[in-house]
């Protein structure tokens, strides 16, 4: 920080040089010691900008009149070495300088913030990771006023920058001023609404307005589309009922994060909620019906073994619809085979309904547990039946397991390929086509 203080410092001097330095007006006791008392009030200039801008914002200075003219090539090589040791300092300048002109403080057409803004407010990608560095360090003040210059400078990218903002706020304790922002915000339309409604759902919860922070949450998912995201929010509903005295609302909200979203992060939080609320609450929550959809869940996320636990747990406890427990054992089955658990996977494919594709399925596992000849069998049975729908598929598959079999072996899945090739699926019969064809130029 003092070297980068110095060499503002130096930026003073050129200032003052040039005849024209501006007057500072103290505000706080002993200001000069900013400068380690070598500076005078004339010679503050471009320097007491910045300076002022790392001051605690209660002891910000009062500026009056015109910084006047810079050298402005020896300004922007100083504040480029800066901006490699250091980039908030210039960030800081910047947003400075610029929300002083507004304010009339200064010149509007102050050299300093015209030979600043040109190596960063115009390179708004660069000011933004600015802004969010100094947020990560809690500089919230000047992080703020940079994003409100950027949001001012380049409309398109408004709504980040405001984001940004409202960030700073909430993060700060500033929730008067958070919740203040929701009315230029509704003005747009942006892709962001589920992160600012999030943010200013947590500004009300700090107010203590618990049904306005709900509110906002809700707002917030209903924009949402990333599955831990509405998750959080559901989550953060869920406290806040709690909060109110509302322990019904509290679990059935926790019980839809762990029911549908159970791979994420505050689907644990979910868990240990519940496993606190059981006591006070009289219906059961976590029966068959919530471990089967959860199960599901867990399935689509491809976390296999989670996913037949939670069958397993849905099928001990009983008390499903005989069509949903039909649906979970076939789930079950799809799970065991994914797992490789192909002696279990045909066990449970048997004892389904046998349709066609619960044949194959079942057919599939006893070729991959080892007993070929009895899968090649199961699939021919079902292949002979040429106008069933799935015929093509079961005399393709019994093609490829028959090719490795024995001496005839080949012959026979030519005989199994020539039966795909006629069926009715064009894209079963091109692979037929080619496997019958490779098969006879061998």
């Known amino acids: ?45 471009a320097a ?7 001051a605690p914002p209660a002891h910000w200075l009062g500026v009056r009149g015109s910084i006047g003219k810079l050298d402005t090539a020896a300004a922007r090589g100083v504040l480029k070495r800066i901006a490699g040791e250091r980039p908030l300092w210039v960030a800081l300048i910047v947003a400075f300088s610029a929300t002083a002109a507004v304010r009339g403080e200064i010149a509007a057409t102050s050299r300093v913030e015209e030979a600043i803004s040109a190596d960063l407010l115009e390179r708004p990608g660069l000011a933004l990771r600015v802004a969010r560095e100094a947020l990560e360090r809690q500089e919230f003040r000047p992080a703020e006023a940079l994003l409100e210059a950027i949001a001012v400078r380049h409309p398109p990218i408004a709504d980040h920058a405001d984001l940004l903002r409202m960030r700073a706020r909430v993060e700060s304790g500033r929730s008067d001023a958070a919740i203040a922002m929701r009315a230029a915000w509704e003005a747009r339309d942006s892709p962001l609404d589920a992160a600012f ?23 917030a998912a209903e924009a949402a589309t990333d599955p831990e995201q509405i998750a959080a929010l559901r989550v953060s509903l869920a406290s806040s009922w709690a909060r109110s005295g509302e322990r019904e609302r ?10 549908h979203y159970p791979w994420s992060e505050p689907a644990r939080v979910a868990d240990q909620a519940l496993g606190e609320m059981r006591e006070p609450l009289d219906e059961p ?39 949903e427990r039909l649906r979970v054992v076939r789930q ?9 658990r192909y002696p279990e996977a ?23 547990s080892g007993d070929v000849p009895r899968a090649i069998r199961e699939l021919e049975s079902i292949g002979a039946q040429a ?8 005399n393709l598959l019994a093609g490829l397991l028959a090719e490795g079999e024995g001496d005839d072996g080949p012959e026979r899945a030519e005989a199994f390929f020539e039966k795909a090739l006629r069926g009715r699926s064009t894209t079963i019969a091109a692979v037929a086509g080619w496997r019958l064809g490779w098969s006879r130029y061998r």
């Open 1 to 45: 920080m003092e070297r980068a203080v110095d060499k503002l410092i130096q930026i003073s001097g050129w200032v003052a040089r040039s005849g024209a330095a501006g007057r500072w007006d103290v505000q706080r006791p002993e200001a000069d010691t900013l400068t380690d008392g070598n500076l005078g009030h004339n010679e503050c200039g």
């Open 48 to 54: 007491g900008h910045a300076l002022t801008a790392l």
């Open 197 to 219: 409604f999030t943010l200013l759902g947590r500004a009300h919860a700090a107010k203590g307005d618990e049904v306005a922070a709900r509110a906002a949450w809700e707002t």
């Open 250 to 259: 509290a679990a059935n909200e926790y019980l839809e994060v762990w029911t």
């Open 285 to 323: 929550r976590r029966g068959a019906r919530r471990y089967s959809e959860r199960g599901d869940a867990f399935f689509a996320k491809r976390s296999n073994e989670e996913a037949l636990d939670a069958y397993d747990r849905a099928l001990a406890l009983g008390g499903l619809e005989p069509d």
């Open 332 to 340: 079950r089955a799809d799970t065991l085979f994914r797992l490789r």
């Open 346 to 368: 045909a066990a449970a494919y048997a004892s389904l309904p046998q349709d066609d594709h619960i044949r194959i399925e079942k057919a599939r596992s006893h070729a991959r």
């Open 387 to 394: 106008r069933r729908a799935h015929a093509p598929r079961a």
